[in-house]
């Protein structure tokens, strides 16, 4: 009896361990299925936007580990974008987009006429006549290396697609990888289902909820200049 019970209770064992590995196996082949194979980047001859992956199909291809995301608007923009049916305000995001402000980067040049200009202030970067772009601080690469890792995928959104545009044509002009950044287009233009509403209309007067934005600021202040 004493065998016989030693038996079963093997038998046991080697069932559950056998029942272990499959579900294993089974979690394993689901992750792999979440992955969806990115197409090459690929210029839809509009602002830069990408013409394989944009704001029509961005939710397939959030969450990934392998990538970071990034949106470059300012929280309240000194552009009067209302003037071509846009919004100064970042009244909503895309779930999973960090905001980094494109003006804080670079200045920025070449809006259209009826915005007027955004931000005049400090940035990391001066981009000249003939496309160069001029670090204004030690620390000026270290910040955008940080925030836009090299070894990762990176998408890249704004408002209307310009800014993102203007983002990907300055990392590729700094030495990043241009098959790793996707311009995704503009947040004004998203109907998916990872909205984040940020515009407040609940109470009397409109407020924006800058508190769900998940924003990267620059201190300026605790950076050095380049002599």
């Not at 987009?97 to 809006?111: A, I, Q």
Request: aromatic share 12%.
């Amino acid at each position: 009896n004493v065998v016989t019970e030693g038996g079963e209770n093997m038998k046991i064992k080697k069932l559950l361990l056998v029942m272990v590995m499959a579900l294993t196996l089974c979690a394993c082949g689901e992750k792999k299925e979440q992955v969806v194979s990115l197409p090459k980047p690929e210029d839809s001859g509009v602002l830069g936007v990408d013409a394989n992956v944009n704001v029509e199909n961005i939710d397939k291809y959030l969450g990934r580990e392998d990538a970071v995301y990034r949106d470059m608007r300012m929280l309240i923009d000194p552009a009067a974008y209302e003037n071509i049916e846009g919004d100064a305000y970042l009244s909503g995001f895309v779930e999973g987009f960090e905001v980094v402000p494109l003006p804080y980067l670079v200045n920025v040049t070449g809006l259209p006429e009826a915005v007027g200009d955004t931000y005049k202030g400090k940035t990391l970067f001066t981009v000249d006549d003939e496309g160069k772009y001029v670090a204004n601080y030690e620390e000026s690469m270290d910040v955008l290396e940080y925030l836009f890792p090299k070894d990762k995928t990176i998408f890249l959104m704004c408002g209307g697609g310009g800014y993102a545009g203007m983002t990907k044509t300055m990392l590729v002009s700094l030495g990043w990888d241009e098959e790793k950044i996707y311009n995704t287009g503009g947040y004004w233009y998203y109907e998916g289902e990872n909205n984040v509403i940020v515009k407040n209309d609940s109470h009397k007067e409109v407020t924006y909820d800058f508190w769900k934005v998940a924003y990267h600021d620059i201190d300026f202040e605790q950076l050095h200049e380049v002599k």
